[in-house]
């Protein structure tokens, strides 16, 4: 027959356990999964000179399929010329754009929303996309962060 004591620390392992298995998962809020990214001019692909940086929290609504965001960003070396979620792509290699969040004369901070797919949401959840903003002197990109869990 098992304890009371052996019984409520049972629970108590369980719950734990619980909490540790989820760290790696998105939080939730309404529903939403929530994402982030910090955007810096060392995770260029190459890396870049700009002293730019920025954040981006990102929400993603299963039950419409949509993604939304606020992009915030500072200190690049002129106006942002545009700014996009790139992927499929692992931190350290470039891929094409999947979504855009903002063109020339955009906000600071940027918001938006768009409709995405099954497979997107997929790459999305696997740490495979990334946020790129983008100047005239660094065409390429002059910021970037991998987009993951928010903690």
């Given amino acids: 027959m098992i304890s009371r004591r052996n019984m409520v620390v049972g629970i108590a392992l ?3 356990m619980t909490a ?3 760290c790696d998962k998105p939080m939730m809020a309404n529903n939403k999964l929530h994402y982030t990214a910090t955007l810096s001019a ?3 692909v190459p890396p870049t000179a700009s002293t730019g940086k920025g954040t981006a929290d990102v929400w993603y609504d299963p039950g ?3 993604l939304s965001w606020t992009v915030t960003y500072s200190g690049l070396t002129g106006p ?3 700014a996009h979620f790139h992927g499929p792509a692992p931190a350290g290699t470039n891929a094409g754009v999947v979504v855009p969040i903002g063109t020339s ?3 600071n901070p940027v918001s938006g929303a ?3 797919s099954d497979a997107q949401a997929a790459d999305l959840a696997a740490g495979k996309w990334y946020v790129n903003i983008h100047t005239a002197v660094n065409k ?3 910021i970037r962060g991998q987009v993951g869990p928010a903690k």
């Fill in 140 to 142: 390429g990109g002059e």
């Fill in 80 to 82: 942002a010329t545009a």
């Fill in 20 to 22: 540790l298995a989820a």
């Fill in 42 to 44: 060392a995770s260029e």
């Fill in 14 to 16: 369980l719950a734990g």
């Fill in 64 to 66: 419409t399929h949509t």
């Fill in 105 to 107: 004369g955009m906000g």
């Fill in 114 to 116: 768009a409709p995405i």
